[in-house]
């Protein structure tokens, strides 16, 4: 079973920068879609953004366009989301999720077959 370990997430002041990072278990899964999704208290967990598997497309949310970037390293199974300009709303849980098959984008959870833990960001105001 592919397991994802998230890691970096923290509590950072608006304006702030976190880098977040998602490591697989096993290469199986080095070339397929990967995305990132948040769940802030009392609200439905969200995408956020999606790298494709070659890494050359990738899709953001309206809200984090600009700020946010994904990437990956598939040599090292893991991706990554830079998150700069940081605001109070994107406080939230983030979790990272793979794709089995696929590696085309896909926004919707529906899409994803592997989900990490979950790492928690806080921006203070």
């Known amino acids: 079973q592919v397991q994802l370990v998230e890691s970096g997430g923290g509590l950072v002041q608006a304006g702030g920068s976190l880098r977040l990072s998602c490591a697989a278990s096993?290469?199986?899964?080095?070339?397929?879609?990967k995305g990132w999704f948040r769940q802030a208290p009392g609200k439905a967990r969200e995408f956020v953004a999606a790298?494709?598997?070659?890494?050359?497309?990738?899709s953001y949310i309206d809200s984090v366009k600009g700020r946010f970037t994904i990437s990956r390293d598939n040599a090292k199974n893991t991706v990554y989301l830079q998150m700069n300009s940081l605001k109070p709303e994107d406080t939230a849980v983030y979790y990272c999720?793979?794709?089995?098959?696929?590696?085309?984008?896909?926004?919707?959870?529906?899409?994803?077959?592997?989900w990490g833990q979950g790492t928690q960001v806080t921006v203070s105001s």
């Open positions: 999720a793979a794709r089995k098959t696929f590696s085309s984008i896909s926004e919707s959870m529906g899409g994803y077959d592997y």
């Open positions: 096993e290469g199986t899964i080095s070339s397929r879609a």
């Open positions: 790298v494709s598997g070659g890494g050359a497309s990738t």
